[in-house]
Protein backbone atom coordinates (compact mmCIF):
# COMPACT_ATOMS: atom_id res chain seq x y z
CA UNK A 1 0.00 0.00 0.00
CA UNK A 2 1.57 3.54 -1.11
CA UNK A 3 1.89 6.39 1.12
CA UNK A 4 -1.25 8.45 1.57
CA UNK A 5 0.69 11.35 1.69
CA UNK A 6 2.12 11.60 -1.10
CA UNK A 7 0.97 12.09 -4.09
CA UNK A 8 2.51 10.56 -7.15
CA UNK A 9 0.65 13.43 -9.61
CA UNK A 10 3.10 16.14 -7.70
CA UNK A 11 6.38 14.13 -9.32
CA UNK A 12 4.40 13.76 -13.45
CA UNK A 13 6.56 15.22 -15.52
CA UNK A 14 5.38 18.35 -17.01
CA UNK A 15 4.00 21.68 -15.85
CA UNK A 16 5.86 23.93 -14.39
CA UNK A 17 4.98 23.08 -11.22
CA UNK A 18 5.93 19.22 -11.49
CA UNK A 19 8.73 17.95 -9.54
CA UNK A 20 10.90 15.20 -11.83
CA UNK A 21 12.32 11.82 -10.37
CA UNK A 22 15.55 11.33 -10.56
CA UNK A 23 18.82 11.84 -7.93
CA UNK A 24 19.48 15.92 -7.39
CA UNK A 25 22.39 17.84 -6.52
CA UNK A 26 21.92 21.39 -5.05
CA UNK A 27 24.02 23.99 -6.89
CA UNK A 28 25.44 26.18 -4.19
CA UNK A 29 26.81 28.68 -6.44
CA UNK A 30 23.01 29.20 -8.13
CA UNK A 31 21.31 28.80 -4.60
CA UNK A 32 20.63 30.92 -1.62
CA UNK A 33 19.15 31.11 1.84
CA UNK A 34 18.15 33.91 3.35
CA UNK A 35 16.00 35.45 6.86
CA UNK A 36 14.29 38.52 7.44
CA UNK A 37 13.45 39.84 11.09
CA UNK A 38 11.58 42.55 12.15
CA UNK A 39 13.84 44.45 14.51
CA UNK A 40 12.99 47.63 16.98
CA UNK A 41 9.55 47.38 17.24
CA UNK A 42 9.25 46.60 14.02
CA UNK A 43 10.33 49.49 12.54
CA UNK A 44 13.86 47.91 11.23
CA UNK A 45 14.11 44.73 8.66
CA UNK A 46 16.79 42.32 9.87
CA UNK A 47 18.10 40.71 6.55
CA UNK A 48 20.59 38.39 6.05
CA UNK A 49 21.83 34.94 4.15
CA UNK A 50 24.15 32.13 4.52
CA UNK A 51 27.28 31.52 2.31
CA UNK A 52 27.39 28.41 2.48
CA UNK A 53 24.46 25.46 1.49
CA UNK A 54 24.44 22.01 0.11
CA UNK A 55 22.32 19.38 -0.18
CA UNK A 56 20.39 16.65 -2.45
CA UNK A 57 17.17 14.97 -2.98
CA UNK A 58 16.38 11.99 -4.44
CA UNK A 59 12.54 11.42 -5.65
CA UNK A 60 11.17 8.11 -7.30
CA UNK A 61 8.91 7.74 -9.97
CA UNK A 62 5.82 6.71 -7.46
CA UNK A 63 6.66 10.25 -5.42
CA UNK A 64 8.54 9.13 -2.52
CA UNK A 65 11.25 11.84 -1.55
CA UNK A 66 14.53 11.85 0.30
CA UNK A 67 17.42 13.67 0.51
CA UNK A 68 18.80 16.47 2.83
CA UNK A 69 19.43 20.48 2.85
CA UNK A 70 22.07 21.87 4.86
CA UNK A 71 22.80 25.33 5.86
CA UNK A 72 26.10 26.11 7.83
CA UNK A 73 25.30 28.11 10.25
CA UNK A 74 28.69 30.08 10.54
CA UNK A 75 28.26 31.52 7.34
CA UNK A 76 25.20 33.95 8.63
CA UNK A 77 25.86 36.82 6.82
CA UNK A 78 23.43 40.35 7.38
CA UNK A 79 26.52 42.34 6.98
CA UNK A 80 27.25 43.67 10.32
CA UNK A 81 30.25 41.63 12.07
CA UNK A 82 29.38 42.25 15.51
CA UNK A 83 25.57 41.30 15.02
CA UNK A 84 27.17 38.19 12.86
CA UNK A 85 28.75 37.04 15.76
CA UNK A 86 26.16 37.42 17.90
CA UNK A 87 23.99 35.50 15.70
CA UNK A 88 26.20 32.02 15.85
CA UNK A 89 26.29 32.62 19.64
CA UNK A 90 24.25 30.21 22.17
CA UNK A 91 21.47 33.00 22.36
CA UNK A 92 20.52 32.12 18.47
CA UNK A 93 22.06 29.12 16.17
CA UNK A 94 25.38 28.38 18.51
CA UNK A 95 27.05 27.47 15.79
CA UNK A 96 29.49 26.12 17.70
CA UNK A 97 28.01 23.13 18.73
CA UNK A 98 24.83 23.03 16.08
CA UNK A 99 27.27 23.29 12.73
CA UNK A 100 24.29 23.30 10.45
CA UNK A 101 20.59 23.89 9.76
CA UNK A 102 19.19 20.17 8.27
CA UNK A 103 15.84 19.77 6.51
CA UNK A 104 14.72 16.48 5.76
CA UNK A 105 11.75 16.25 3.33
CA UNK A 106 9.34 13.48 4.02
CA UNK A 107 6.64 13.81 1.58
CA UNK A 108 5.51 16.22 -1.37
CA UNK A 109 1.56 16.68 -2.05
CA UNK A 110 -0.45 18.87 -4.85
CA UNK A 111 -2.32 21.57 -3.48
CA UNK A 112 -5.11 23.54 -4.80
CA UNK A 113 -4.60 22.22 -8.10
CA UNK A 114 -1.37 23.61 -9.11
CA UNK A 115 0.66 24.01 -5.95
CA UNK A 116 3.14 22.06 -3.69
CA UNK A 117 3.55 21.31 -0.06
CA UNK A 118 6.82 19.80 0.86
CA UNK A 119 6.36 18.09 4.62
CA UNK A 120 9.53 17.41 6.59
CA UNK A 121 11.61 18.03 9.57
CA UNK A 122 13.98 21.06 10.10
CA UNK A 123 16.81 20.81 12.64
CA UNK A 124 17.77 24.24 14.05
CA UNK A 125 20.03 25.41 17.20
CA UNK A 126 19.85 20.87 18.17
CA UNK A 127 15.76 21.39 17.93
CA UNK A 128 14.35 19.23 15.89
CA UNK A 129 10.84 20.05 14.26
CA UNK A 130 7.97 19.40 11.84
CA UNK A 131 7.89 21.74 8.61
CA UNK A 132 5.50 22.15 6.28
CA UNK A 133 6.52 24.55 3.19
CA UNK A 134 4.67 25.80 0.04
CA UNK A 135 7.02 25.15 -2.67
CA UNK A 136 7.47 26.45 -5.76
CA UNK A 137 8.89 24.59 -8.61
CA UNK A 138 10.09 24.81 -12.50
CA UNK A 139 11.94 22.20 -14.32
CA UNK A 140 14.34 22.38 -17.62
CA UNK A 141 16.46 20.21 -19.04
CA UNK A 142 18.79 18.89 -16.27
CA UNK A 143 17.85 21.77 -14.25
CA UNK A 144 15.19 21.84 -11.35
CA UNK A 145 14.65 25.30 -9.02
CA UNK A 146 12.22 24.98 -5.75
CA UNK A 147 11.52 28.33 -3.76
CA UNK A 148 9.76 27.56 -0.47
CA UNK A 149 9.37 30.66 2.15
CA UNK A 150 7.99 30.31 5.38
CA UNK A 151 7.60 32.10 8.78
CA UNK A 152 8.72 30.31 12.05
CA UNK A 153 8.62 31.15 15.66
CA UNK A 154 12.41 31.06 16.30
CA UNK A 155 11.60 30.71 20.06
CA UNK A 156 10.76 27.05 19.22
CA UNK A 157 14.07 26.58 18.22
CA UNK A 158 15.14 28.08 21.49
CA UNK A 159 16.11 31.45 20.34
CA UNK A 160 14.60 33.51 23.14
CA UNK A 161 17.10 36.64 22.78
CA UNK A 162 14.86 39.93 22.57
CA UNK A 163 15.50 42.20 25.47
CA UNK A 164 12.83 44.80 25.55
CA UNK A 165 10.85 43.11 23.20
CA UNK A 166 13.08 44.55 20.49
CA UNK A 167 13.05 41.73 18.19
CA UNK A 168 10.51 39.89 16.98
CA UNK A 169 9.54 35.88 17.00
CA UNK A 170 8.79 35.45 13.35
CA UNK A 171 11.29 35.02 11.28
CA UNK A 172 10.69 34.46 7.52
CA UNK A 173 12.67 32.01 5.74
CA UNK A 174 13.34 31.63 2.28
CA UNK A 175 15.23 28.92 0.47
CA UNK A 176 16.04 29.24 -3.66
CA UNK A 177 17.42 25.85 -4.38
CA UNK A 178 18.72 24.97 -8.16
CA UNK A 179 19.02 21.43 -8.08
CA UNK A 180 21.41 18.98 -10.98
CA UNK A 181 20.28 16.12 -12.08
CA UNK A 182 23.17 13.01 -11.19
CA UNK A 183 23.85 10.77 -14.20
CA UNK A 184 22.64 7.67 -13.28
Do not use: C, Y
Not at 47 to 54: D, K, L, P, Q, T
Not at 125 to 143: N, R, Y
Not at 174 to 179: P, S
Amino acid sequence: MSDPSIDPAATSAGGATALVAGEWTLDPDSSRAEFAVKHFWGLVTVRGHFNEIAGELSIDPAGAVAGELRIDTASIDTGNKQRDKHLRSADFFGAEEHPQVVFKPSAVRRVDGSGLEMAGRITIAGHEKPLTLGLEASHSAAVLTLRATTVVDRRVFGMNWRPLGIAHNDATLTVEAQLTQTAG
